[in-house]
């Protein structure tokens, strides 16, 4: 199975900061966005942030002035810088790629999650 390659994720107290990265293999072509998802304890998979690939961004509006999603120096890869994390915040975090096939299908492929943990 393909499956994206994400790091960074780790153990920060709150108002620290963290940032994730994550590549999709080199034979996963044609991404039109890139994007982190989040699911929390007890909670749903909840959207984080996404990027288009012509740089436009979103946000989910509890991250928002936080977080920032940015692409990496390759076409594949994406990262996300988290300041002022909060407790809340604590969440295996997924990243994703949304990729457009022939017939105008997307296909979305992820990655196996990291930990982040924002201590209280």
């Known amino acids: 199975q393909v499956q994206l390659v994400e790091s960074g994720g780790g153990l920060v107290q709150a108002g620290g900061s963290l940032r994730l990265s994550c590549a999709a293999p080199?034979?996963?072509?044609?991404?039109?966005?890139m994007g982190w998802y989040r699911q929390a304890p007890g909670k749903e998979r909840e959207l984080v942030a996404t990027?288009?690939?012509?740089?436009?961004?979103n946000y989910a509006d509890s991250v928002k002035g936080r977080f920032t999603i940015s692409r990496g120096n390759a076409e594949n890869q994406v990262s996300l810088q988290m300041d002022r994390l909060k407790h809340e915040d604590t969440a295996v975090y997924y990243c994703?790629?949304?990729?457009?096939?022939?017939?105008?299908?997307?296909?979305?492929?992820w990655g196996q999650g990291t930990q982040v943990t924002v201590s209280s």
């Open positions: 994703t790629a949304a990729v457009l096939r022939v017939g105008s299908t997307f296909y979305q492929y």
């Open positions: 080199r034979s996963v072509r044609s991404i039109n966005a």
């Open positions: 990027i288009t690939s012509g740089g436009t961004t």
